[in-house]
């Protein structure tokens, strides 16, 4: 473990996290950022951990002042035809690819890594220990957050707004009420259950 860690020393490190596989609507987003040491971001932490203010305030900063981010995603066709953790992976690897310039390493939180240009180190938990990681998690899910409040939007009368698309009861009861959209992710159980 430590051997690998001083790999990353001096290099171009990206943090990477994903956000959205256990709600039963809309696209899994993944976020890679490289941070630069020359302008430290106060307050990175674990995204649910922060309030929604505090979440927008340092998207912004991290928008301007990372020296590369960018945002991965895999829709609900392919959370369906893949299956979650393999949608989860592909949006991680879409968003290390993406980076300009391209990272030299990558710590993803979590206990696997995606399939990525550059080598790579699982961290659990790391969104809380790694900055790099913080970052991407909070990029991962204002983004996806904002999206859901959009589709709130297209798809009144679900609630996407407040539950962002995860299991609540205010969501449960709107399913049964008004059926899936074409955001469910239809091979998640309790959508399946209604389709069949």
């Not at 020393?9 to 941070?35: C, M, S, T, W």
């Not at 505090?54 to 392919?78: C, S, T, Y």
């Not at 990525?116 to 790694?130: F, H, N, R, W």
Request: one cysteine or more; a positive charge.
């Amino acid at each position: 473990m430590q051997g690998e860690m001083n790999f990353s020393q001096g290099k171009l490190v990206a943090g990477v996290d994903e956000v959205g596989r256990g709600p039963l609507a809309g696209a899994v987003v993944a976020a890679a950022v490289i941070l630069n040491p020359a302008k430290p971001i106060a307050g990175l932490t674990d995204s649910k951990k922060l309030t929604e203010k505090k979440r927008d305030q340092l998207f912004d900063i991290i928008q301007r002042d990372a020296l590369a981010w960018a945002i991965g995603r895999a829709e609900v066709e392919e959370i369906d035809s893949l299956n979650i953790l393999h949608a989860s992976m592909l949006a991680m690897q879409r968003a290390v690819e993406q980076l300009s310039p391209q990272a030299e390493f990558a710590l993803v939180d979590g206990n696997r890594c995606p399939k990525l240009p550059c080598p790579s180190q699982a961290i659990v938990k790391g969104d809380l220990t790694e900055p790099c990681i913080s970052a991407a998690s909070i990029l991962a899910k204002v983004t996806r957050d904002r999206e859901m409040d959009r589709l709130e939007l297209v798809y009144p009368g679900y609630g996407f707004a407040k539950h962002k698309g995860y299991p609540t009861k205010v969501h449960m009861e709107a399913l049964q009420k008004l059926g899936p959209t074409d955001i469910h992710r239809r091979t998640f159980g309790p959508v399946a259950r209604l389709l069949t």
